[in-house]
Structures are given as structure tokens and as C-alpha cells.
């Protein structure tokens, strides 16, 4: 990871000094360990502050849109993918950006950590390829890194970014062997009635904060329909019909778009997995059209395009 | 999501076909009007002491 850093470190400060950017958008060590936060660097004797670990599953393309400056910008997999959805739907344009690759290895779910360290609190953590090592006052655990990954990370098909200038290190292996859809499989088989009360159990706990909203990369409309009040499209409660409705409605704005970066459930303030939502719909994408979010700048999604030739016979 | 099979449609109509708009307005009321009332989706107003 410390070379990931200078690497990150060493393409800012060249980046800056050439004026080929305005601007880059990394990570910098966060105040309290686990927490990596964003950081926008505009100088080139800045870039010592940032910072590259496993607890950078933040998604940087939430900044880009409409933003008029050149940016640089570091990207994991899963947010290139939502850069290359973002210059699909003219957000911002590809020459505005440099794209400083991260091959990766999946993000360390700092929920499942604390849970692990049983209360105990964390004050420094290092780590290897394999393990994390933290250290905590009277205290030091050697966890192994494949267990504590994001749930979206550990499932993830697209570790190494599909679009950029340069990356900070060779191409990770991807994982080929994993299943991504069991869970949807499970509730497809409910019945339902079954299904509705799975919902309700699933989103029950929601606050209607918005912050899956907002970490959203994909939710960049200027006013969103939660938010519109002429008309008024959905209440402003937390009674379950108007949770779920929020949901159900943020899921389908997202389908054929959504990367399963995972920041949605990474900001939920009560941990709630709405990634099941976005992956029944990214499951259909890919059986009906064979499409997956995201790998090409090239290739219009199947949402958005309309061909003469259209099988559905409403559609011609 | 749940929502019983056959209160829920889509169809594709035309700013210019009135008529399909009429036709599958009517056919849509009709099969959602056979489900009969909803028990879902549906928010009571708070009860007062």
C-alpha cells in the first residue's frame, strides 16, 4: 500500500507541476484510523498529504459532475466503471480527465473490523497484502485482510480500472469464481407475499437521511424527486410505504447504471443493504441485453438505445 | 418487491395514440379494479388518544 501511495503521491505532484490538471481528487489518511477521506489537491506541495490504504472505499465520481476543471482523479475499479457511466451520460468529458488507476484488492468493511475488535478501540493500523495489523492500547490484532472486505469487494469481477491515463501498479488477478447473485436468487424464489415482508424487514430500519443518496455517483439530478414538492411524489416520513417507495423508486433511477461500488451501504448510518435492490436490477441488465455497467465508452447501455429492429413489438 | 401480480402494468403508448391510452387505461382499471382494495403501499394517518 505504501507504494500505491508514492505512486499516487509522485503522479500528483508531476501532474500539478506540468499544469496538465487543475486539480486531483484522492485520498488523505482520515482522523481516526479505518476512516480514509476524500481530499482535492491543488498544488503540487500539497500531494505529501495523500494517502492510499484499504480504507479508501469512498467513490470519487460522486465529485465529477459538471465540474469544469481538468481533475485528475484516482480510481479503483468500480469507479472508473462510474466515470465511464458518467461521460456516457455527459456529466463530464473524458478530456477533462486523468484517470490514475488503482488496481485493487478489495476495501476493508471497517464495520466488520470493530466488530472483530469487540469494543476495543483502534488507534493505528498497518497493513500487508494478506493482513491487517492494528494496535490498539494494550492490545494488537493480526486480522486477515480477505475476511473484513466489503461485502460488494469480496464478490467484485472488476478489481483493476477499465478506463485510465496510467496505473499505479501492475493489473491485480481478477476473481472469476465468484457468485454475485445468490442473494437475488434466494428472494426471486420467495413468494410475494414472502417477498414483501422481506422488503419491509429490509428497509424498515431507514431514516430517510439520504445518505446513500448523496454517496451515490449515480445520483447527481440537481433536484431529486425525493426533494421536488410541486408535485409532491412521495411523502416525507419514515412510515414504511414511504421508505420503501424512496427505495424501490432510487433502485429502478438506477438500473442499467449502478457499478455495485457500494457506497450506498458503506454510508448507511444503520448498515442497511440496499445493494440487493441494485443487483436484482444489474442481474437483468446483464441476462436480457448481456450488458454489464460500465466497461466502455464506446457502447451506448441498452437503456438508453433504440433500434429499428427492436424485438418488443410495442416498441416499433 | 412483492406487490401482488396484476396491480402493477406497463405498456408503451404514444403522446399520439390516444385511442391505445384509452383502450389500455380502461383494461388496466378493470384488472386492478378484479384484485380488489390494496394491502399494500398504504399509509394510515396516526391515531389520536
Not at chain 1, 498544488?43 to 481533475?71: F, T, V
Not at chain 1, 414483501?196 to 448523496?214: E, M, S, T, V
Not at chain 2, 404514444?14 to 384484485?35: G, L, M, N, Y
Request: glycine share 6%.
Amino acid at each position: 500500500m505504501e507504494a500505491y501511495t508514492a505512486k499516487v503521491r509522485e503522479a500528483a505532484q508531476r501532474l500539478l507541476r506540468e499544469t496538465k490538471v487543475d486539480l486531483v481528487m484522492g485520498f488523505q489518511q482520515g482522523t481516526i484510523p479505518l476512516m480514509s477521506q476524500p481530499v482535492l489537491i491543488r498544488k503540487a506541495n500539497e500531494a505529501e498529504r495523500l494517502h492510499w490504504d484499504s480504507c479508501c472505499g469512498s467513490n470519487l465520481a460522486n465529485y465529477l459532475p459538471k465540474r469544469k476543471e481538468r481533475i485528475a482523479v484516482v480510481a479503483k475499479g468500480c469507479d472508473s466503471r462510474n466515470i465511464v457511466v458518467q461521460i456516457l451520460e455527459n456529466q463530464i468529458k473524458r478530456e477533462q480527465l486523468y484517470i490514475i488507476g488503482i488496481p485493487c484488492l478489495g476495501m476493508i468493511d471497517r464495520r466488520q473490523v470493530l466488530g472483530a475488535l469487540q469494543g476495543r478501540e483502534p488507534l493505528s493500523v498497518s497493513e500487508t497484502n494478506t493482513h491487517l495489523l492494528i494496535q490498539g492500547k494494550g492490545f494488537e490484532e493480526k486480522l486477515e485482510r480477505s475476511l473484513f472486505l466489503q461485502d460488494n469487494c469480496a464478490i467484485c469481477t472488476h478489481r483493476n480500472p477499465v478506463l485510465f491515463d496510467e496505473l499505479v501498479a501492475e493489473p491485480v488477478p481478477e476473481q472469476t469464481e465468484v457468485d454475485r447473485y445468490e442473494d437475488v436468487r434466494g428472494i426471486e424464489k420467495m413468494t410475494a407475499d414472502e417477498r414483501w415482508q422481506y422488503f419491509r424487514d429490509l428497509l424498515g430500519p431507514c431514516i430517510r437521511c439520504y445518505a446513500c443518496r448523496n454517496a451515490c455517483p449515480m445520483c447527481y439530478c440537481p433536484t431529486c424527486f425525493v426533494d421536488e414538492s410541486t408535485p409532491q411524489w412521495l411523502g416525507k416520513s419514515i412510515d414504511p410505504t414511504d421508505t420503501t417507495t424512496f427505495h424501490f423508486l432510487r433502485a429502478y433511477h438506477l438500473a442499467g447504471r449502478c457499478t455495485d461500488c457500494g457506497n450506498c451501504q458503506r454510508v448507511c448510518p444503520v448498515g442497511i443493504n440496499m445493494r440487493q435492490l441494485n443487483k436484482k436490477l444489474e442481474k437483468e441488465i446483464k441476462e436480457r441485453y448481456g450488458y454489464e455497467t460500465g466497461l466502455s465508452i464506446e457502447q451506448r447501455p441498452p437503456l438508453d438505445t433504440y433500434r429499428p429492429d427492436d424485438p418488443q413489438q410495442d416498441f416499433k | 418487491m412483492g406487490i401482488e401480480p396484476g396491480r402493477l402494468h406497463f405498456s408503451w403508448i404514444s403522446s399520439a395514440e390516444a385511442s391505445k391510452f384509452v383502450e389500455v387505461a380502461r383494461a388496466v382499471s378493470d384488472d386492478v379494479r378484479k384484485t380488489g382494495p390494496t394491502s399494500k403501499l398504504i399509509k394510515k394517518l396516526p391515531e389520536v388518544a
